[in-house]
């Protein structure tokens, strides 16, 4: 078993790129320097190179090495927070600007794969939530039966646990909602593409080149000679006039005002031995992407060729590797499919989301330092929809404005950046999945 993603197969880090990749050359100033060189950090490079500005991006290993090349490919439009939650808190107008941004980020990427011809498996796929119990059954009646609107701008359908074998053979759900609007995408290679298109546009891309310190050019105390940052890097020092922090899941001490915003939590994920397609299609007839109603939520799909099976969540209360998770997502996966019980695992691995403590998304700027990030786990959509934005805030373009801008980004007292509840948090969520409750 490998314990490197299954996407690496077809579109290995590095894949085509040229010999400029590997000199490491860490320029001595750049006006725009993006930490991070997933999804995020590449859009807003394609947004600041293409306007000009001498763009270089860094990442502390292997370029794409962090979720982008690692996640579920599932892409919804969603922002999580639903509309009555949002407009409790910001007003309705606001609620429904909020929710927009969610709508415009998958619009986004379809349009930008399109257009740039991406090779990258993007279809419209649908995806397929099953009811873990009665109780999350009834409460998907309900919202199914609400009007299109406002509140919920796209149509939904409903499943009965008879007509579920469309989607999905299993006796595991009691039926389920259907969202027709979700795309497929195989993360890895969306990943290469939008690199090689980075590379084309100019930017400089720098592996192995961890970013340990930001401070200031000019006199301390004299704001007037500060205008430009003084980054430390392993590969040396570089100064720039604007620096777009894309980090996410992988957000350390670098800047603690963003370690202190953002929720670093492990997602891992199986990929199974192959088998014949038939064999598949009778587990999964179409190529819907599946998760379901628990809180700690499994999501899977088959992968875009057809023969295995990826499938992933969160089985461990704290942090693990790879390979201690493997045997219990194949029990998880042998409880949807009691024949996939036993079935081998050919790949096993693991990527760190970011959630924030208000479940939103966030963009903007903090003492001069850009940044995007806290997708809370449905970021390929988001990252790249507002990785582009933030390129263009950095870049001082009109259009890089979001309803997202200036929206507070909290924290918690006593949070440094160590998510000590989180493991009490995820038992309280293993015992309520148990319960016969929505
Ligand atoms: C297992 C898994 C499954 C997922 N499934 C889905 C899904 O199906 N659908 C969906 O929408 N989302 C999914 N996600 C989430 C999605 O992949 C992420 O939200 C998205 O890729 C984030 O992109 P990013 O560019 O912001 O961050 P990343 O791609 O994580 O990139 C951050 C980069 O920052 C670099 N970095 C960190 N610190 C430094 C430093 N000091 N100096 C230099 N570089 C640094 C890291 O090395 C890393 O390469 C999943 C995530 C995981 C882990």
């Given at each position: ?32 320097l ?7 950090g590449?859009?807003?490079?394609l ?5 000009g ?14 979720c ?6 599932q ?39 399109t ?23 009834r409460?998907m ?21 008879a ?20 795309y ?22 720098i ?26 890097t392993?590969?040396g ?12 899941g ?28 038939e ?47 493997t ?17 081998p ?7 760190f ?43 001082g ?42």
């Amino acid at each position: 078993m490998k314990l490197t993603p299954y996407w690496w197969e077809n579109a290995p880090l590095y894949q085509q790129l040229d010999k400029e990749l590997d000199d490491n050359l860490l320029p001595s100033h750049c006006e725009v320097l993006i930490i991070g060189s997933g999804y995020t950090g590449l859009q807003a490079a394609l947004q600041t190179a293409r306007s000009g500005l001498d763009t270089v991006v860094v990442d502390a290993k292997d370029l794409g090495i962090g979720c982008s090349t690692r996640n579920g490919g599932q892409v919804s439009n969603n922002i999580k927070p639903d509309f009555d939650y949002l407009a409790k808190k910001h007003g309705e107008q606001k609620a429904y600007d909020l929710i927009q941004e969610g709508f415009r980020s998958q619009q986004y990427l379809n349009d930008f794969i399109t257009s740039e011809q991406l090779d990258c498996d993007w279809y419209k796929s649908g995806r397929y939530i099953g009811a873990h119990n009665p109780a999350a059954y009834r409460a998907m009646e309900h919202e199914a039966a609400k009007p299109i609107d406002r509140r919920k701008a796209y149509p939904i359908e409903l499943v009965t646990q008879a007509e579920q074998g469309q989607h999905i053979q299993t006796d595991f759900y009691h039926g389920g909602l259907f969202y027709p609007h979700v795309y497929s995408v195989n993360p890895a290679k969306y990943h290469s593409g939008l690199l090689q298109k980075v590379q084309l546009a100019g930017a400089r891309l720098i592996a192995h080149c961890r970013v340990n310190q930001i401070g200031r050019t000019g006199v301390a105390g004299d704001l007037s000679s500060q205008k430009r940052f003084r980054v430390q890097t392993a590969l040396g020092e570089i100064t720039a006039n604007k620096v777009i922090i894309a980090t996410n899941g992988y957000t350390e001490g670098l800047s603690s005002w963003h370690q202190r915003r953002v929720i670093s939590i492990g997602s891992y994920i199986i990929a199974t031995e192959p088998m014949a397609a038939e064999r598949l299609a009778e587990l999964l007839p179409t190529q819907e992407m599946i998760c379901d109603s628990r809180k700690l939520i499994f999501y899977y799909r088959k992968c875009p060729e057809g023969k295995r099976i990826i499938f992933g969540g969160r089985v461990s209360l704290t942090e693990t590797d790879p390979e201690k998770c493997t045997p219990l997502l194949q029990k998880e996966l042998g409880k949807i499919f009691p024949s996939m019980m036993t079935h081998p695992v050919t790949h096993s691995w693991e990527g760190f989301i970011a959630y924030s403590f208000d479940h939103m998304p966030h963009i903007g700027e903090d003492n001069g330092l850009h940044y995007a990030m806290g997708y809370c786990g449905s970021g390929v959509g988001l990252s790249s929809y507002f990785g582009m934005r933030v390129g263009q805030q950095a870049a001082g373009l009109a259009e890089g404005a979001t309803a997202l801008d200036n929206l507070a980004f909290p924290t918690r007292p006593l949070y440094y950046g160590n998510p000590w509840f989180l493991a009490p948090s995820l038992r309280f969520y293993q015992w309520r999945d148990r319960l016969p409750i929505a």
